[in-house]
């Protein structure tokens, strides 16, 4: 279970402060795929890296699985079984897809049939990108199926996403969106999934709309989207009704 406690970031912007997350508390029980959506700049991002430590809250608290991490850095939080997965991930020249595979994975001995099973679930053929290094000769696209696929091997209890489907093609966003079904099936993982896509938010046991370093509605993606969908020269109506969420 992921909890967060009063959660609040803010930077100095000249003599005023930037209020970036304003005390969000929520609590996300295990296997669930939760989606936050929103507009941009509303801090979904920023509340997602603050789960995995890529950025300290000034106020609040975190706690994983009945552990406080609030104060932990990102790797003791990837070995509690915390993993992310970023916009623009990294590139790493004279890394090859099948080193980044087993150092995920943690097996020095990851098989090849292994790799590529990873790797057809994100859309790449395993003997086409093996021995590719993760570097500027892969495209945006690819290197963020790659990353997805690292995510899998190493079989986190918690996954986060950020726009997966930033970068990729139509064929590979529906291979993804169906590993997305098959590991919230499987019940192995709680998945964090930022997302503006409808067919990811309409995979979401439940939808949390974040706008303005607030969480302004929460619900079910049969509660949620009719509402985004309705947004058309008036506002988005779920940042409009109903205030923050309780």
């Known amino acids: 279970m992921l909890e967060l406690k009063n959660i609040r970031y803010a930077v100095r912007d000249g003599d005023d402060e930037l209020v970036i997350l304003d005390d969000i508390s929520l609590t996300i029980d295990d296997h669930k795929l939760v989606v936050f959506t929103g507009p941009n700049g509303g801090g979904k991002t920023t509340l997602a890296k603050v789960i995995m430590g890529l950025v300290t809250p000034t106020a609040g608290q975190i706690l994983w699985n009945g552990q406080d991490i609030t104060d932990l850095g990102i790797t003791e939080r990837a070995k509690l079984g915390i993993s992310y997965g970023f916009q623009q991930p990294p590139r790493f020249k004279g890394l090859t897809v099948k080193d980044l595979l087993t150092l995920a994975s943690g097996n020095e ?13 994100v859309g790449l053929c395993a003997n086409d990108y093996l021995d590719r290094e993760v570097d500027v000769s892969l495209s945006g696209g690819e290197v963020k199926r790659i990353e997805i696929a690292s995510i899998l091997a190493r079989n986190s209890g918690l996954m986060i996403f950020d726009e997966p489907e930033a970068g990729i093609d139509l ?9 997305f079904e098959q590991i919230h099936a499987a019940g192995s993982a709680t998945m964090i999934i930022i997302s503006h896509q409808e067919r990811i938010i309409s995979l979401a046991d439940e939808v949390i709309v974040v706008g303005d370093g607030m969480i302004r509605h929460r619900g079910t993606a049969e509660e949620i989207l009719p509402q985004i969908l309705a ?3 008036s506002g988005c109506p779920v940042l409009t009704k109903g205030g923050a969420a309780q």
């Open 109 to 121: 001995k990851l098989s090849k049939d292994k790799c590529c099973q990873y790797l057809t679930k």
């Open 171 to 179: 064929w590979s966003f529906a291979r993804l969106t169906e590993t």
């Open 231 to 233: 947004d058309t020269l």
